[in-house]
């Protein structure tokens, strides 16, 4: 997990987020708080300059990553050194505004207009899309196949992803004189200026526009349209939590560029009886106090697969409480090699007999059966109190503790702790 969530916080995306869902939410956020959008608002172009900023160390994988690693801080680059930076200064190094109250402050560096800028790499097919799937224990451990409907993006085949309709061509937006961005400015820091690119709020970034009547009818000039199909995954037997299933070529497509791919990452949820570590399971049983002494001979538990499995433990052999027996080959199926299993773990806990139980037990004869009562404690104290039995639980362990008896003496006006020989 990242040291600091702050830039994550200014695109509204989680420290786990893929580039695709940083990209989107740029995007989105881009739109929304595009100082055009906001003319009312006098901190509507620092804030977008400073989700601006986000995105430019969160899109590049290297900052990215020393930003996850040491926050703003890990950003220095070499030399840095010295006291952790807030937000403020590092922002100002990245818009590498002017000294002086004056103009003239550089860009720094981004680049929407398709213009090679430091943050902009080729894209080769559709964003994936990743979808947390929740699976239970018997699906990892049988295997299952699930059919469902799914939606997605592809190229419009109307217009064959232009937009446009028929012969129509885009014309140049007026707005950024057909780069695609234009220049936003904003007092960073006392006396500082900033100056950056931001993507065209008229255009969206692509330094072209089509006009309303020359927009396909079919998609009304967004190049894509909606699709549905069905689709059939199949969780594997032997899959574990967080594994992936890759459906590829099922994603979003965008013009000119072949379809994404659509990720399904297992997401294992607890099970009421057993637990998974690698391809062991590990199960409670409970056996009762004749079972303990005499032993057992029946159906134990019911596995994932729906079998019982019967067990004998030895003849004239004591079972303890919390004593563990392992069922060989009786854990998860190994993924690919579903003949290889892993063990299974099961920890016996003895059910003691209900209180009614023995009102109708001989108790003297079941004294002679039983093993002999302790006797007192050695060694034998001087001298001896009665105390009341009571029973009790252990959640009321340790309410009645004086927090403020554990202050440190150091917290105390004055104290100081000494340490003194016994």
Known sequence: MPVET????????????SEGDIKKAYRKKAKDLHPDKNPNDPEAIQNFQEMAAAYEILND???????????????????????PRNMDDMFA???????GGGGGGMPFGFDFGG???????????????????E??????????SVKMMMEREIECGTCKGTGARGNAKPKKCVSCEGKGWT??????????????????NECEGVGEKLREKDRCKKCKGEKTVKEKNRQEIFVEKGMSDGQRIVLAGAGDQEPGLPPGDVIFVLKAQPHPSFERSGNDLLTTVKVTLSEALLGFDRILLNHLDGRGLHVASPPRKIIKSGQTIVLRGEGMPTHKRTDERGDM?????IEMPEEQWLQNVDVKTLETLLPPKKADVEPKPSTVDEAKYEESDMVEFGEGADDDAW????????????CRTQ
């Open 93 to 99: 190094e990245f818009f590498m505004g002017s000294m």
């Open 135 to 144: 699976v239970s224990l018997e699906d990892l451990y049988n295997g299952k």
């Open 61 to 83: 994988p290297n900052s990215r990553e020393a930003y996850d690693s040491y926050g703003m801080e890990g950003l220095a680059g070499p030399g840095g050194g010295g006291a």
């Open 345 to 349: 773990y099961v920890v016996l806990e």
């Open 6 to 17: 702050e830039l994550y916080d200014l695109l509204g995306v989680p420290p786990n987020a």
């Open 115 to 133: 213009g090679g800028g430091r943050g902009s790499r080729r894209r080769t097919k559709g964003e994936d899309s990743v979808i947390p799937y």
């Open 407 to 418: 202050e440190d003496a150091d917290d105390e006006e004055g104290g100081e702790t000494e």
């Open 183 to 200: 220049h936003v400015q904003t007092q960073i820091a006392p006396g500082r200026l900033g100056t950056a690119r931001a993507p065209c």
